[in-house]
């Protein structure tokens, strides 16, 4: 990194720096976060001057720090006179203004964190003059965007302030993204988002096809950003923020930044029609909408917020009509309005501060209580008015001789010194109405404090400003002549046009036209002045409320979202699952559609006439139980039990013993699990159904539609693959040539569980012990509706029948009920763990295993269960499934991780066969070890789902206070 | 011994069926049935079942041969009114029978044995009066069924279990 | 599909037999379920399955495996002794289920409570 | 023997299975040690995925055999840089999520800790298998604990939800495992490389079954990424479960979005013949969909974890997409993680930025009903966890504006940077550039305005109008939101080396040039 | 010779299995009342274990067995489940 | 066989789609249960139908892969079933416990 390198990136560092340094000052530290904020300005400002050698001739230094290389994105810092232009406006005055909002902020604020965003926002701005890469400026345009927010919504307890910060972030910020988009396009077109390669390629641009939107899309970005016609209403609102922050914004720096784009891309995006017709009308119509509403406005900002908008339209104006000298004209006034337009805003803060008010109805005769203030306000205005001997008639007068040139040989060449010489009238009409009202006149009756001169270093900043005002109004090539040049020469390059810096050109015609609007604005403010008090908002413009309109969008955009939303989406369960069988079934579809549906030609198995009773039965359930489950859900319980039982014979008989045994066992749990769910679910009965809409019949018909639909894909599917033959080197190949030699088992479907793919087994267990953990935790909290609190129906009558009948107690019923089965359950509880044991031994090599066993396991604790209730199974046995969960997923995960000691992949098994003297030899595989951790695991995880559910049945409830 | 085998004659049903299962008498299956059933019969213990106080063995086979061949008989008769034209006469219906066994154990193997027969239901027991509901399928008349079923399970029910 | 174990014709024959026997038992106690008119009745007839039916089946298939491993194989009699255990407690269990629902509807065929 | 560093692999997915299963056998009284496990386990994972990412980047993938068994036949997990990042992702968030539950949010219900690394596991899972039934597998493993993690705390809202989510979830799950079954019917193979070899050769008769099996699949995984018009359930899931619990579910919908990339793309390298697939118009089509759902619920959400939900929902239409048109892969993995990140941290701040009272009781359904349902738990009582920190208003302000600006894709966070990296490989096709894109392009701008557009309505009420009593906040519900805005931060400031690393990671994927890791036969 | 005709017989006997399974799924499809369709699934069950006999028969192989002794042994917790929700309204009290 | 065993595939499948669609909760698992029940023999057919070849291989010789049932879907069926079960109770739970928050056994936790 070159010397030149460091003092460029510095000066980008430098205000960022400050900002988080600021931020994190105690809330009181006033003194010191000015300091620091101007200390930070004024070193960007001598950095800045430093740097000034080396742009003066118009070339540019860069420096340039890799970001993302490949997609063609650095850091570039690049220094031009244009570049150093805006640089030294926005850190010079924003120095001015720190010293300005030293004294102007309140001690009660939160100083620091204003000039933190102040910082922040200097350093977005500086960063956006000094892009040397097209997404950067994009990048730095939203920063400016965003810390323009932050300082407008400053007071943020105040409506108004959110309100309008809202409005300029949506405003720019929107901008700024169709900025982003343009200069991406433009970036596209040339193949690189380098400025300079950019600058160098207008005719490529300009002729591309492209051109059209990307200009489009960047003139989106720069009038948001400038406030032109129609999307100026933001800035006017902004004046809601502290006058530091309006007099910087609005005058050199957020507002300039449109102008800064449009300039920048000058030399590549004008001469064209485009560029003539969009740019130069919207300025037009800004400068004269801008300076028509200022006439009118009774707020002292209000005014000069229209004025500001009045004169971005100016050079808007000015560029749009694409000639060197306009041009050169556009980059003048930035420098002038700046410095007059800053000065106005701190003065109209000192009025404001001293008076407290801006309304310009109860101002009046202020010349005698601040005297000095007002001679430099007066100034100002003047300048503003376009007053010989100050900077703004020079720049206004290049625009007056402009709009005297010939640009497109349209009625707008005839009538543009016409609107420029009323735009101008305009002008001098509302800055005379500035000073005459605030500052002459009878002494102002109804203010609430007598107003007086304001502390000295608040005025000093305005004093340099207007000091500034004259010396380039008076001795321009002195002043500003080296600098402007240099700008110039940076964006015209070869095309820089020769232009004198005088104030005295002659009579001409300009000269002209600026003297008759002094006087038509002086005279229409001696006969109409009056007139304009009463007024509430400017004439024509008073039914286009952009303001309104822009409140109206967006709230037409939250409803029509929301109404979207219900017709694009829905909450409800039904319509999703409707949804997402459709998709999938679509999904499923197109395939076939595409490919055509062909059977293969593998010849099928002889149909079995057993096995087509049983599913003839097996569908008969399903079909049952799909019409039965809305009122008689113990019917369709049973019916479901069926459809699985027959699925379970169905393997048996495909030769899928291991998935038979798996298939019964789950399905006696599910049953169970299920009964133990319906004594909370609430009686249905066809007699208290609710009367069915009118659509009722359709979805119905809708829904028959989808699962016809789908289960003659899923069965198309499967029939189209049952008569394919596999495919010929299917992986299973593998499994049954190395289940014995290798893993040592003969039941591969076990082998593959528990060793070839155990992996999936300990993630189905980890599914299993983390539902039950789920379902116990839920059911921790679970409070069952009140009227299936009590007992049910069928123990209530029994247990009065009971209490009734005399040599009875509550509970005989049950107790007799139970007694022969309880004896005969609890004989069978030894055999059943017997059983679960034979089957875990055995999984390895004929059907079994870890899970068959664990739910055999946990049915016969749960047949205790039935038999014995839960409290007296409870007083017996030690019942702790979440330990046993937690001990068997251990021993799977330790069994698995054994093999890491040795250096094996996790989950390697160790087999191999022992000669033991009584047993002979015995096969000893760690997968048994493995398979022990899921017995254990399923055994809990099954359990405690039952249990926990079972045990809502003997909860006490509480008795609670002033129930009987 | 009570302790490291709490329900011996259950430990040895249980490596009984550990045999039957494995189909083979290697002495390893030997060893492995026989730690099942300690552990079956400890789980067994685990539930405190009540003492069956078994009295006598002795007339275990005789009530087996008629169980047995009650069973055959009644599942011809019950055939015959399911395939044949069912009789018009033929009443079903419940039968008290008053009990005079009060073991839990010897009514638990009445109750199988009367289930277990096809044609006879055990349905309802009240503890406290000691009475029994049958259903009946074939009931031709009450009293002789009432006294036969006594006489033929009940009386050597009540010797084993007494 | 037709197929079957390859057994010296004794044992064929006993098993066919017994296979036929305990099949056709066991489906005249379904058959009951179709044909006996109440409840009660009806709850006799899976019994038939049960015990003869089960028998003859258990007795088929232990004819067949110890033919066909020439020894005795006895493991499915823990089959007959299981389904004899278990059935009963089934039926009762649901016989008195039903007792007691046609008590609470207030049907007259069925004798009042003790 | 392979290298210790290689049996790292499986360390994700071992660790918290373990710790977890360890928790199991202490009661719910030891909640410190839990505490304290969990939070080992989890910076251990951060400790390792790191580490994985960096082998990753420097290394050929690492392919780890599951019990020794070879490549097709044993399931697999790869380690490559994609998976590996998204490990270190999961991790981050994982980590982040379990800080701020320790603030109270792990109180909310029993046994917390143990569903929560378990839900790591499942994630962990599911981005390092290469195996397709696996994947199912670690799907339903994610799945299940983020049931009990949505349902932690209890209550209508959770309740009702979960209602939904489960239901919808078990029929997507049945949908997997009817096109994995479908898929391995026609290729007889179900580890992913190898499906990525065997796919071309399957013979044109069986081409429709494979295609249904894909499509099917592909349903399912759009599922879980929330594609319109099946995405309904995401955000009224996730604004009911409970802050840290929505932070980390903020990557479970892109698990959806990485298995379409990792196995949706297989068919179309399938397809070499059929190169504009129309299963990748249709997915182009419904990513764009459901951006523009996406906007549109984000405009119309009234709360902020609507807000979140739906944007969301916009990331994986994005993502979807910008992968299934073809566009910069390098990019969607970097919007991928920015935005994930982002509104995990979003889901962070929403509680103590919406607290109506000083303190939310975590277990507030209502009184309780039984009498075993008051668990008393000993340091329950007016236990203090952490700091409760000054300047609160500035920190959530200035946290919700960043991960507004993140999800919005303004600058200076990473959100900018991923945006720029999608458009700006959109735009770097060979011209002309397809109406499709164009509209892509579009829609990501208009998502983006919108982002903007809600986020500030909602900020600048609860933030800068509500008249609330002076907020607290601890440093355990802040320091997470803070690590989770640095990462963004460190990846913006750090774009290049990230992208890079990025643009290895698709360069890798299945359709690019080369043969996929993770099979040797 | 014999071999077929024992075939003939087991598909017999399967036959007539699946006949009185088809007989109990009747009860279980139609009832009338709830413990008619308890019954008919108990029916089922047991002529499903029958059933598996027989497969094991067929086959000659043993490994039928377990699922057969399975049914036999746990098979009737359904149906004590469901007759017990019958009569008390609740399955585990 | 095979298209019996289609047939009933698809009567499940429709049986279960429709209850899925239902508005009561119960309706919504008993057809979950039994879309559950279709896509496990749904899978199971991927390895084709085979009558009498269970996947058990002897001890001694090499087996010959295409005289066995396919174990490995078997393989893929065993854990589908098992988690098909842990999801059937965890949502019997929730909608018990949603029954008893919201006092109505409705999908959406309301009567529309």
């Known amino acids: ?964 | 011994m009570k302790r490291l085998l709490p329900h011996p004659l259950l430990a040895l049903g249980i490596l009984l069926m550990w045999l039957l299962l494995t189909a083979s008498l290697s002495p390893g299956q030997l060893v492995l049935g026989a730690i099942v059933a300690v552990l079956g019969s400890h789980a067994m213990a685990a539930l405190q079942p009540e003492d069956a106080g078994i009295r006598s063995v002795r007339p275990i086979p005789r009530l087996a041969a008629i169980v047995f061949a009650d069973i055959v008989r009644s599942n011809v008769a019950v055939a015959r009114i399911v395939l044949l034209r069912d009789r018009p006469e033929r009443v079903s219906g419940f039968v008290r029978l008053p009990l005079d066994m009060r073991s839990r154990y010897g009514l638990t193997v009445l109750a199988c044995i009367i289930t277990a027969t096809p044609g006879t239901i055990w349905v309802e027991f009240d503890r406290r009066a000691n009475v029994l509901v049958v259903h009946v399928l074939d009931l031709v008349d009450p009293d002789a069924w009432i006294r036969e079923t006594k006489h033929r399970y009940e009386r050597p029910l009540m010797e084993i279990f007494g | 599909m037709t197929q079957a174990p390859d057994l010296p014709a004794w044992a064929a024959i006993l098993t066919a037999l017994f296979i036929l026997l305990g099949a056709g038992i066991t489906l005249i106690g379904a058959l009951g379920l179709l044909r006996l008119r109440t409840f009660y009745e009806r709850v006799h007839a899976p019994t038939l399955g049960t015990t003869l039916g089960t028998l003859f089946i258990v007795l088929s298939s232990i004819t067949c495996f110890s033919a066909l491993q020439s020894r005795f194989v006895a493991h499915e009699l823990l089959i007959l002794l299981f389904v004899t255990v278990t059935t009963p407690v089934s039926l009762m269990l649901l016989a008195r289920s039903a007792l007691s629902r046609d008590r609470i509807e207030g049907k007259d065929s069925v004798p009042p409570v003790v | ?521 | ?93 | ?112």
């Not at chain 4, 990557?251 to 793309?265: D, Q």
């Open chain 5, 1 to 93: 010779m014999t071999t077929l005709q024992l075939a003939w017989a087991i598909t017999a006997a399967q036959v007539m299995l699946g006949l009185a399974a088809a007989c109990a799924a009747y009860r279980l499809l139609f009832g009338p009342r709830a413990q008619d369709r308890i019954l008919g699934l108990d029916t089922f069950y047991a002529t499903a274990m029958l059933m598996l006999v027989t497969f094991g028969i067929q086959t000659g192989r043993t490994l039928y067995f377990e699922a057969a002794l399975t049914i036999a042994l746990v098979g009737f917790a359904g149906t004590v489940a469901l007759a017990k929700f019958l009569m008390r309204g609740e399955v585990i009290e």
């Open chain 4, 1 to 521: 023997m392979a290298a210790w560093i290689d049996h790292l692999a499986v360390a994700p997915i071992l660790l918290p299975l373990a710790a977890s299963a360890l928790m199991l056998l202490f009661d719910e009284r030891r909640r410190g040690a839990k505490l304290a496990v969990a939070m080992l386990t989890t910076i251990a994972l951060v400790g390792i995925s790191i580490v994985l990412v960096g082998r990753a980047g420097s290394a050929a993938a690492i392919v780890y055999a599951i019990g020794g068994w070879p490549a097709p036949f044993g399931i697999t997990l790869i380690v490559d840089r994609l998976s590996a990042m998204m490990l270190a992702l999961a991790s981050v968030l994982g980590l982040a999520s379990l800080i701020y539950a320790s603030a109270r949010w792990d109180r909310g219900g029993p046994r917390f800790h143990a569903l929560f690394l378990l839900q790591l596991m499942g994630l962990n899972g599911a981005f390092l298998t290469g195996d397709l039934f696996n994947l199912f597998v670690f799907f339903e493993v994610l799945l299940a604990a983020s049931y009990g993690l949505l349902l932690h705390g209890s209550g209508r809202a959770r309740v009702s939800a979960a209602l939904h989510y489960v239901t919808i979830n078990v029929a997507t799950s049945l949908l997997f495992l009817v096109g994995a079954s479908l898929i391995y019917g026609t290729t007889g193979t179900l580890n992913i490389a190898d499906l990525a070899i065997r796919m071309p050769s399957v013979p044109e008769s069986d081409r429709m079954l494979l295609q249904s099996g894909l499509a099917i699949l592909g349903v399912a995984f759009l599922i879980k990424a929330a594609m319109w018009p099946v995405g309904f359930w995401l955000p009224t899931t996730y604004s009911a479960a409970s802050p840290p619990v929505a932070a980390l579910f903020a990557i479970l919908s892109k698990v959806g979005v990485y298995a379409v990339l990792r196995v949706l793309l297989l068919g179309r390298g399938g397809e070499a013949a059929d190169p504009a697939s129309i299963a990748g118009q249709w997915l182009q089509a419904g990513g764009m969909a459901t951006i523009l759902f996406g906007t549109i619920g984000v405009l119309a959400s009234r709360t902020l974890s609507r807000l979140a939900g739906f944007s969301l929902i916009i990331s994986s239409g994005i993502l979807l997409a910008t992968i299934a048109g073809g566009g910069p892969l390098a990019g969607a993995l970097f919007y991928l993680v920015s935005s994930t990140l982002a509104v995990g941290a979003l889901y962070l701040l929403i509680e103590p930025i919406a607290r109506n009272e000083a303190e939310p009781n975590v277990a507030a359904a209502a009184d309780p009903v039984f009498e075993d349902e008051v668990v008393h738990d000993p340091d329950d009582e007016g236990d203090e966890v952490g700091v409760v920190i000054p300047a609160t208003l500035a920190i959530l302000g200035g946290g919700f504006l960043m991960c507004a600006l993140l999800l919005a894709g303004l600058p200076p966070l990473s959100g900018f940077v991923a945006k720029f990296a999608i458009i700006d490989g959109l735009l770097d096709a060979q011209p002309p550039i397809g109406w499709a894109r164009w509209t892509l392009i579009a829609l990501i701008i208009v998502s983006g305005m919108a982002t903007i557009i809600a986020a500030s309505r909602a900020g600048i009420d609860l933030l800068w109008a509500s008249e609330r009593a002076p907020r607290t906040l601890r440093l355990a519900e802040a320091a997470p939101v803070g690590l989770l805005l640095a990462l963004c931060l460190g990846l913006t400031v750090f774009a290049g080396p990230a992208y890079v690393y990025m643009e290895a990671a698709a360069r890798a994927l299945p359709g690019a040039a080369g043969p996929p890791p993770g099979v040797a036969r």
């Open chain 6, 1 to 112: 066989m095979e298209i019996v065993l289609a047939l009933g595939i698809g009567v499940l499948t429709a049986s279960g789609v429709w209850l899925v669609l239902r508005p009561r909760t119960f309706q919504v698992v008993l057809g979950l249960s039994l879309m559950s029940y279709a896509v496990n023999l749904f899978i199971y057919t991927m390895g084709r139908l085979r009558v009498d070849a269970p996947a058990i291989v002897g001890r001694d010789a090499a087996p010959d892969p295409a005289a066995y049932a396919d174990p490995l879907p078997q393989a893929l069926v065993l854990t589908a079933i098992v988690i098909s079960f842990a999801m059937t109770a965890l949502l019997l739970v929730v909608l018990l416990v949603s029954r008893g928050l919201t006092g109505n056994d409705h999908v959406d936790g309301d009567e529309p």
């Open chain 1, 1 to 964: 990194m070159t010397g030149v390198d460091g003092l460029l990136l510095s000066i980008l560092v430098l205000p960022f720096a400050g900002s988080i340094l600021a931020a994190f000052l105690p809330t009181a530290a006033r003194n010191a976060a000015a300091l620091l904020s101007g200390a930070v300005a004024l070193a960007g400002l001598i950095l800045v001057a430093l740097l000034y050698p080396a742009v003066a001739d118009g070339t540019a230094v860069r420096g340039e720090i890799a970001w993302m290389p490949s997609l063609g994105l650095s850091l570039v810092i690049r220094l031009d006179g244009l570049s150093w232009l805006f640089s030294t406006l926005v850190l010079g005055i924003g120095a001015l203004v720190v010293l300005y909002a030293r004294y102007y902020m309140s001690p009660e604020d939160p100083v620091p964190r204003f000039f933190s965003f102040l910082l922040a926002f200097t350093g977005s701005m500086l960063g956006l003059v000094l892009s040397g890469n097209l997404v950067q400026l994009a990048f730095f345009w939203e920063l400016t965007s965003l810390f323009s927010f932050l300082l407008i919504g400053y007071w943020h307890h105040n409506r108004a302030a959110r309100d309008s910060a809202r409005m300029a972030l949506l405003t720019t910020a929107g901008g700024g993204l169709c900025l982003f988009a343009g200069v991406l396009l433009l970036g596209n077109i040339v193949g690189s988002y380098d400025l300079d390669r950019v600058l160098a390629a207008g005719d490529l641009i300009r002729s591309s096809g492209l051109y059209g939107p990307a200009l489009a899309l960047i003139l989106i970005g720069a009038f948001t950003k400038s406030a032109q016609f129609p999307f100026h209403f933001w800035l006017p609102k902004a004046m809601a923020a502290p006058t530091p922050v309006s007099a910087y914004l609005h005058s050199a720096t957020m507002v300039k930044a449109g102008i800064f784009v449009l300039i920048r891309l000058w030399p590549v995006l004008s001469q064209t029609d485009e560029w003539y017709v969009l740019v130069s009308s919207a300025g037009l119509l800004t400068l004269l909408v801008g300076a028509w509403a200022a006439i009118f406005q009774q707020d002292l900002k209000g005014l000069l917020a229209y004025s500001t908008i009045s004169h971005l339209g100016l050079i808007t104006l000015l560029l749009g009509l694409g000639s060197p000298l306009a041009a050169v004209a556009a980059i003048f006034h930035v420098v002038n309005h700046a410095t007059f337009k800053a000065s106005l805003f701190m003065a109209a803060g000192i009025i404001d501060h001293e008076t407290g008010t801006r309304d310009l109805r109860r101002l009046s005769g202020l010349y005698r209580f601040m005297p000095i203030t007002a001679t430099l306000a007066m100034i100002a205005a003047a300048a503003m008015a376009g007053v010989p001997l100050l900077n703004g008639f020079l720049s206004k007068e290049m625009f007056l001789s402009e709009s005297l040139q010939r640009h497109s040989g349209t009625v707008i060449d005839q009538a543009l010194p016409v609107l420029a010489t009323l735009a101008s009238a305009f002008a001098v009409l509302y800055s005379v109405r500035f000073i005459h009202q605030t500052f002459f006149g009878p002494p102002p009756t109804e203010l609430a404090r007598t107003p007086g001169e304001a502390p000295r270093w608040m005025r000093v900043p305005i004093e340099i400003l207007v000091l500034a005002c004259l010396l380039v109004g008076i001795i321009p090539a002195m002043t500003i002549g080296p600098v402007l040049s240099s700008a110039v020469r940076s964006v015209l390059g070869d095309a820089t046009p020769s232009y004198s810096l005088a104030i005295w050109h002659g009579f001409t015609w300009p000269m002209l036209m600026s003297l008759a609007a002094l006087v038509l604005g002086t005279i229409a403010y001696l006969r109409f002045g009056k007139m304009l008090n009463r007024t509430e908002g400017a004439p024509l413009l008073r039914r286009f409320h952009t303001r309104r309109i822009f409140d109206g969008a967006l709230a037409f955009t939250a409803s029509a979202a929301r109404v979207l939303e219900r017709r694009l989406g829905t909450r409800r369960l039904q319509p999703q699952l409707r949804l997402l069988l459709f998709v999938a079934i679509a999904a499923g579809l197109l395939p076939v559609m595409r490919h055509g549906y062909s059977l293969g030609g593998m010849e099928g198995t002889v149909v079995d006439p057993g096995f087509a009773v049983i599913w003839a039965v097996g569908g008969a359930c399903a079909l049952g139980a799909a019409w039965r489950a809305k009122y008689h859900r113990l019917t369709a319980l049973v019916l479901m039990g069926g459809a699985g039982l027959v699925s379970c014979i169905s393997f048996v008989w495909l030769s899928a013993p291991d998935l038979a045994l798996t298939q019964l066992l789950v399905e006696t749990v599910t049953t169970v699990l299920l009964l133990l769910g319906l004594r909370w679910l609430p009686q249905r009965s066809a007699a208290l159904a609710p009367a069915k809409g009118a659509a009722f019949p359709f979805r119905r018909a809708v829904d028959a539609a989808i699962a016809v639909a789908a289960g003659l894909g899923l069965g198309l599917l499967a029939y189209a693959a049952l008569t394919r033959a596999p495919p010929a080197d299917a992986v299973s190949r593998f499994y049954m040539e190395r289940a014995y030699p290798d893993a040592g088992g003969t039941n591969v479907v076990n082998v593959i569980l528990v060793d070839f793919r155990s992996f999936d087994t300990l993630g189905e267990i980890t599914v299993l012990a983390i539902v039950a953990l789920t379902v116990f935790a839920l059911l921790r909290r679970f409070r069952p509706a009140p009227e299936s609190l009590g007992l049910p129906a069928q123990q209530r009558l029994q247990n009065a029948y009971d209490d009734a009948q005399s040599g009875r107690e509550v509970g005989d019923t049950l107790v007799d009920y139970l007694m022969i089965p309880r004896v005969l359950m609890e004989w069978l509880f030894p055999f059943i763990v017997a059983l679960a044991l034979y089957l875990w031994v055995r999984g390895h090599d004929m059907p079994g295993g870890g899970f068959i066993a664990g739910v055999t396991m946990a049915t016969a604790l749960i047949l205790q269960y039935m038999a014995a209730g839960t409290r007296s199974v409870e007083a017996r046995l030690r019942v702790q499934p979440v330990r046993w969960i937690g001990i068997g997923l251990l021993l799977a995960v330790l069994t698995g991780a054994a093999a890491l000691i040795v250096g094996r992949p996790f989950l390697t098994t160790y087999f191999s066969y022992l000669d033991l003297p009584l047993f002979g030899r015995v096969p000893a595989a760690s997968a048994l070890l493995f398979d022990l951790g899921v017995f254990v695991l399923v055994v809990g995880a099954t359990a405690l789902m039952l249990i926990a559910i079972a045990h809502q049945s003997i909860r006490k409830p509480l008795s609670r206070a002033g129930e009987s």
